[in-house]
């Protein structure tokens, strides 16, 4: 109905209509997560991973796309091992940190990913550049339906964490470097005495 509506909707109502579709997509995806009868059949059927470097780069390749007011870095470390989360799963957590960037930066500015490993897990992590994260709000932004942005869902965060918890892992806000937020994902790793993990060091994919 929402694209239905977008050919009548004039250029002052298109923020809005972008911000409903946004989120209606956060709603059906968490309603996907809490609804499905059979998720921990699924979730093992969704493993099958093409692995971490692969579903960045997608991930980040998309935004870049769309929104080419951000200047992202990003830096991966070599041969990342694979996690115990699926293809589609992981890409919806980075997909939400990344716009979740964007929207912190709504003049456009730089941000950051960095994916490291170690022995057992594998990092993830995005900052920005924007106002930062009050640490009085560290822990409420992932309350389902919270949010401090106009065209905000306050499901995103939310539905994130869950993925990330799902599987075993964590999800984490902070400060970043440059004064805006970082987030950071951990990731247990599926397969012990991957080659490379944490120990191949670091490449870098450019700005843009």
């Not at 960037?101 to 456009?108: K, L, R, S």
Request: proline content about 5%; overall charge negative; glycine content about 14%.
């Amino acid at each position: 109905f929402t694209s239905l509506l977008e050919p009548s909707v004039g250029d002052k109502g298109r923020p809005a209509l972008a911000g409903l579709q946004s989120a209606i997509d956060d709603l059906e995806a968490l309603a996907r997560l809490t609804l499905e009868e059979n998720r921990a059949i699924a979730r093992e059927r969704e493993r099958v991973s093409s692995g971490p470097d692969s579903v960045i780069g997608r991930a980040v390749a998309e935004v870049r796309a769309t929104h080419e007011e951000v200047v992202w870095s990003v830096r991966l470390a070599t041969r990342l091992p694979r996690v115990g989360l699926g293809d589609e799963e992981l890409e919806e957590v980075v997909l939400i940190l990344l716009r979740n960037a964007i929207e912190a930066m709504p003049g456009g500015g730089r941000a950051r990913l960095i994916a490291e490993a170690d022995d057992a897990s594998v990092w993830i992590h995005v900052e920005d550049e924007g106002k930062g994260i009050r640490p009085e709000d560290l822990e409420t932004i992932f309350r389902a339906g919270y949010t401090t942005k106009p065209r905000g869902s306050g499901y995103g965060l939310f539905l994130a964490r869950r993925i990330v918890s799902d599987c075993g892992g964590t999800l984490e806000a902070g400060p970043a470097t440059a004064g805006g937020a970082r987030f950071s994902i951990r990731l247990p790793v599926a397969e012990t005495g991957n080659p490379g993990a944490g120990a191949g060091g670091a490449r870098g994919e450019g700005e843009g």
